[in-house]
Every structure is written in C-alpha cells, then in structure tokens.
C-alpha cells in the first residue's frame, strides 16, 4: 500500500478502520501533517517507510501498531519533532531505521520488552538529544544484530550516551563488581519492583506506571530483593515528589546475581 507525491493530502481520514496491512509507504506528501486515520493499524506483514513528508510533525496516531513484520523506517521529515504514541509497538521483524530527521529531538517509549529482530539504526538526527526510548532495547540485548548510533546531539550520539541517559525515576542495575556504582558494562535490570510508602504503592522498572503519578509529598522506596538476587548497598531510597514531573532524584539501586553464569 504506497501513497506517494500527494501534494495536497494532510492526513489519512478515509483509512480509520484499517488494522492490518502488509507494506506501507508514505513518501513524498508535502503537506502531509499527521498520520491520523492510522489510528487503528495494529499489525504489518511488510515494511513500513515514512520518508521525506515536507510537513508531517508527528505520528503519534500509530498509538496501536504492535507488530510490524518488516522494518519500520522514518526517514527525512524535515517537521518530525517527537517519535512519540509507540507505546504498544513490541516487535519488529527487520530493523528499526530513523535516520536524518534534521527536527527530531526526542524517541519516546515502545513497549515493556519490545524487540528488534535485526539493526537499529539512528543517524543524523542532527537535533535528537533524548533516546530514551531506546535504553531498555540496549540494556536487555532486544536488538538482533547491528547497534547505529552516531551523528545525533549530544545525548543520544552514540551506544554509550543512550545507556548513561537518566531516562527513569526508577534505575536498578546489575552491579557485576559489588561496589554500589553504577559501570558502563553494568546493565539495567527492567522489570524489578519497589515499593513506596507511604501508600504501599508498588512501582516495576520499565513498566508503564510513573512515580510522577503520586500525589505531592515525602516518599520512602524500597527494593524488592526477592528471586536470585542480594546486595550489601542500601535498598531504600527517600524522595519527594515537588508536583507534575517534579520528582527529586533518586540514586540508582544495585543487585548482585546469585545465581552468576
């Protein structure tokens, strides 16, 4: 399914009850602004190309793609500011391509566990400083192959900047030499739990929940070491949460397997 060199389409109204599809190829719509009328794709069995679309300055409408059979590419759109609404995306069958969107500054969050079966590859990007949404496919080994990241902003100019990015309230890293800090070799561990009182609200890394959701006031958190895992490094934390996005920082918590290779 192509739609190419439409000069005056500025969405895609008329396939709102598409869900699934085999290729997709928006290149070349100039006026082009958003992908509304995707909002119900959910699968692919092909690729997906979005490439050079003049205007289009978001995709967020692709909120319940979950699979894409192929690659997903995003490609010189020269108004895309935010990769953001991927939330549900949770595997991609080729590669994951954004490359030379001159306007870019942030990749938001895929799903818990979403995986790349080939590359990912993020290039020249020239304004791009927040790659979070790429951490946890780094830090759980989700790519199957080739890691490019080069040419951004700083932030998000290379493998090394993308996994020392505070992108989580939450971190709880494998702290493989037992010294209560964080290393560059020391991955994070997605999926562990804390609890915050008072309240006894329960938090996981990587999950969906964030602590900006707690009302204002003082918090004490506490790891879950439960399962393989023992430390000898604090496992509570104290923080305040000031307002919306507003949360003091919290130093990262470390566990130490028991169970070692």
Not at 30 to 46: E, F, I, P, W
Not at 82 to 107: A, F, M
Not at 108 to 116: D, E, M, R, T
Not at 237 to 254: C, H, K, Q, W, Y
Request: aromatic fraction near 6%.
């Amino acid at each position: 399914f192509k739609i190419l060199n439409n000069d005056r389409l500025k969405n895609l109204g008329g396939l709102n009850n598409l869900g699934h599809i085999g290729n997709l190829e928006l290149k070349f719509n100039d006026s082009l602004q958003q992908v509304t009328g995707l909002d119900q794709l959910a699968t692919t069995t092909g690729n997906i190309l979005i490439e050079s679309n003049l205007h289009l300055s978001h995709i967020g409408s692709l909120q319940n793609l979950t699979r894409v059979g192929g690659s997903l590419s995003i490609l010189s759109n020269p108004m895309l500011t935010t990769i953001e609404g991927l939330s549900k995306l949770s595997y991609i069958g080729g590669s994951l391509v954004v490359k030379s969107n001159s306007k870019l500054t942030r990749i938001g969050k895929f799903a818990h566990q979403f995986k790349i079966r080939y590359d990912l590859e993020c290039k020249s990007n020239y304004s791009l400083t927040d790659c979070c949404g790429l951490q946890e496919l780094i830090t759980t080994y989700a790519i199957g192959r080739n890691i490019i990241i080069q040419n951004n902003d700083p932030g998000c100019n290379s493998q090394e900047e993308v996994i020392r990015e505070q992108c989580d309230e939450l971190q709880i890293y494998n702290d493989l030499n037992i010294n209560c800090t964080w290393d560059n070799d020391e991955n994070w561990l997605v999926g562990r739990m804390v609890t915050v009182e008072p309240g006894n609200y329960v938090f996981e890394f990587g999950g969906s929940q964030s602590l900006e959701l707690l009302p204002a006031g003082a918090y004490t958190m506490t790891l879950d070491t439960t399962g393989p895992w023992t430390t000898d490094c604090p496992i509570s934390r104290e923080f305040d949460v000031l307002g919306p996005s507003n949360i003091t920082d919290i130093a990262p918590f470390a566990l130490t397997t028991t169970q070692p290779c």
